[in-house]
């Protein structure tokens, strides 16, 4: 193993790591919150919203496959294993040769889902056809936000390069530019531009999220090396992402499903786009404080105690996790079970925006 590089850290400093991550998630749900109460106010269960929520509902998907599932599965593990066995020089080639690589798949794939957002929203939501003017608006909003797969990949390949070097408070701050963009949009521009002002939002927060990790990543001592396009890493990298896609794929196709079933007002009624993402706000919150947050501060140790050959520290930092996270999780799982109905009319049941005034509606019908 190459000298230099330490492959373990004491199990205390991976809990500060969780802690932090934790801690900052918490501020972003509880932002993320504000703005989800926000949307309710304003929106309700309308129109407006349901073209909202199927608009960010395939970025969404693709941000998982693309975003921070890919980093978590793949990428921060080879990056380790080449940091560690093969030096700086060759870690730094296949940072940037990655770089390329997936700059180009994103630009793809946004430019794809933008210039075809009409087919997006008939495979996604095909009962919205019955609505023309859902339709129409749905189809508008995907355009504006179907480029955010783009930034958000982006963001997290930089998240990714700086949990690899131990670096976690930048990629806690991704979520939380994005919610107060979004905050800050709705306040100052919804009663003019409608549901355009949360696309808008969500598109300069995450603008804003890559220039923070930028910053950062600039900050680590970036060495600039020629690029092989042909990086054994980037091979050993889609190995990887095989497994991780598939399974990936069993959850969201479920989603996949429930969108295009709530599409149709025959089988779920009005609204129902809107009550599954309102739903899904509630338990995703203990998901991210709990299991997210740990699974980011314990992924770079777990690499490197496989690369380093130390199955003892592999077993204990494992074992560390799994016991911080069932200890968490389970008592929120028994909340959100127990406690749905207040929980649901206490953070949403709020609405008093009747008279809103929409640029493509005559007014918002608000049924939380």
Do not use: C
């Not at 205390?12 to 998630?25: D, F, P």
């Not at 975003?67 to 560690?84: F, S």
């Not at 690369?307 to 520290?313: C, F, I, L, N, R």
């Amino acid at each position: 193993m190459r000298q230099g590089v330490s492959t373990t850290r004491p199990v205390r400093s991976l809990g500060r790591s969780a802690g932090l991550l934790g801690g900052m998630t918490l501020v972003s749900r509880v932002l993320g919150f504000v703005r989800d109460i926000l949307i309710a106010s304003i929106f309700g269960t309308s129109a407006a919203a349901e073209a909202f929520v199927v608009s960010f509902k395939l970025p969404n998907l693709l941000r998982d496959l693309v975003g921070e599932g890919a980093m978590n599965a793949a990428i921060v593990p080879v990056l380790t294993e080449t940091r560690l066995a093969q030096g700086e020089r060759e870690f730094w080639r296949l940072v940037w040769t990655l770089a390329l690589w997936i700059l180009a798949v994103l630009a793809v794939i946004a430019a794809a889902g933008s210039l075809g957002a009409e087919w997006v929203v008939r495979i996604v939501a095909p009962g919205f056809s019955e609505d023309p003017e859902k339709f129409r608006q749905t189809v508008m909003l995907t355009r504006i936000v179907f480029p955010f797969v783009f930034l958000v990949g982006v963001s997290a390949y930089l998240m990714g390069v700086l949990h690899t070097m131990r670096i976690f408070g930048p990629s806690a701050l991704s979520p939380i530019i994005l919610n107060i963009s979004i905050i800050v949009f709705m306040v100052q521009f919804a009663p003019r531009w409608g549901a355009e002002a949360v696309a808008w939002g969500i598109l300069t927060g995450g603008v804003v999220s890559v220039a923070v990790q930028l910053a950062f990543f600039l900050r680590t001592g970036v060495v600039w090396v020629r690029v092989r396009i042909f990086h054994e890493g980037v091979k050993k990298i889609l190995s990887l992402l095989g497994p991780r896609f598939w399974g990936s794929a069993v959850y969201q196709t479920s989603v996949f499903v429930d969108t295009i079933l709530a599409s149709f007002f025959w089988i779920v009624g009005d609204g129902g786009q809107s009550a599954l993402y309102y739903s899904s706000r509630l338990f995703q919150l203990p998901l991210a404080i709990f299991g997210v947050s740990m699974a980011q501060a314990v992924l770079p140790e777990l690499s490197a105690h496989a690369s380093g050959k130390d199955p003892e520290a592999f077993r204990k930092s494992l074992r560390f996790a799994l016991r911080h996270v069932i200890f968490l999780a389970v008592p929120a799982a028994a909340g959100l079970a127990v406690l749905s109905r207040p929980m649901v009319e206490l953070l949403f049941k709020r609405g008093q925006s009747a008279d809103f005034q929409m640029p493509h509606e005559d007014k918002v019908q608000n049924h939380v």
